[in-house]
């Protein structure tokens, strides 16, 4: 038997919620996504406005990619170019920590951020999916998610060396050597 969306409104979470394509998939994951950052927002300690103002503006990106394949397209290439100034300067406030991968590990807003880091790889791998079902999903979408990645990372980077907090250096097993 197939589910149906109830007549009463306030039981409808979202009209596309009983779908079986990726699109929805994609949708509910970017929502998520864009919570987990207001999350890390939330988190955030009084002394880094920077990284408060950054996160201020690319919170709503998370919604403008939400609705840029069901919908119109949202994202512009300068907000990749925004992002890609940001990540580089924080790139730069981490310096040698970039060169290996550590452990997700760390306080608040940090725990939040590698949340938003992995919330963002699955929204790429949702988009992947929503392409394969047929759907043309603009190529700006994935490369700003994968930056969105790299971005969350180099944060946790910054902020634990902000707080003198050490990172706890991840050596594969499987990989390397």
Known sequence: MALKLSKNFDEVCYPFIQETSALCDFEVITDELCGIIGAALAYLPHDMPDIAADLEQLQPLAFHVNGSIRGRLAIEECDIEWLQGRLTHYQLEAGELLKGFVLPRGQAPVVQLHQARSAAK??????????????????????????????????????????????TVFISKSYGR
Request: glycine share 2%.
């Open 122 to 167: 699955k929204a790429i791998r949702a988009m992947v999916r929503v392409d394969q079902e047929g759907k043309t999903v603009a190529l700006v979408l994935p490369r700003l998610c994968n930056m969105m990645c790299n971005f969350f990372f180099t944060l946790c980077l910054v902020i634990n060396k902000r707080r003198n907090i050490s990172e």
